[in-house]
């Protein structure tokens, strides 16, 4: 992956025993919002914040619990808004920006992958999506079934790539 993506960006290294999961890092303009998890250690947060902050991005570390990810429990579905599991973190660190909660009995629900056009989400997550809908977020209803036995889901899967 690092040759393939290093034709069209420079490449930082991680020095161990710093670690972070792409799945902890959510991207909302120029702030990073990182979970702090199992696969994602305080001082590998402080290293990617070494990475960014020359380029403008701030870094957020985020307390979470009862996840594998932080975009287990919130992704951006908006340009100003998030759909939030409030059980897994506290919606409150996103100041400014309007929040959607999952339903109550669909906890995984708050993973969702926002394109330029629509929102691709799981179809399983069907009264989380009538929220969505009725706030006017556009889907495209996926079935990831079989990944979501591991706790995966749609940001797991994709890689968004802009060159």
């Not at 909302?28 to 070494?50: A, F, M, P």
């Not at 960014?52 to 975009?71: A, I, N, Q, S």
């Not at 339903?103 to 999506?129: C, F, K, Q, W």
């Amino acid at each position: 992956m690092a040759e393939a993506l290093g034709e069209y960006r420079e490449l930082r290294t991680m020095q161990a025993p710093a670690t972070l999961d792409g799945g902890d890092v959510l991207r909302i303009d120029r702030d990073l919002y990182i979970g702090v998890s199992g696969r994602s250690t305080l001082d590998g947060i402080r290293q990617i914040e070494s990475f960014v902050m020359p380029f403008g991005y701030r870094v957020h570390p985020v307390e979470m619990t009862g996840c594998l990810h932080l975009k287990s429990a919130v992704t951006q579905v908006g340009e100003r808004m998030l759909l939030v599991n409030p059980d897994w973190v506290d919606g409150g660190v996103f100041e400014g920006m309007q929040r959607i909660d999952v339903a109550s009995d669909e906890p995984y629900a708050a993973n969702a992958l926002m394109l330029a056009d629509a929102v691709i989400y799981p179809a399983a997550h069907r009264a989380t999506g009538r929220r969505l809908e009725q706030k006017g977020v556009p889907l495209r209803l996926v079935d990831v079934t079989e990944l979501m036995k591991a706790e995966g889901a749609v940001t797991c899967c994709s890689l968004i790539f802009r060159t």
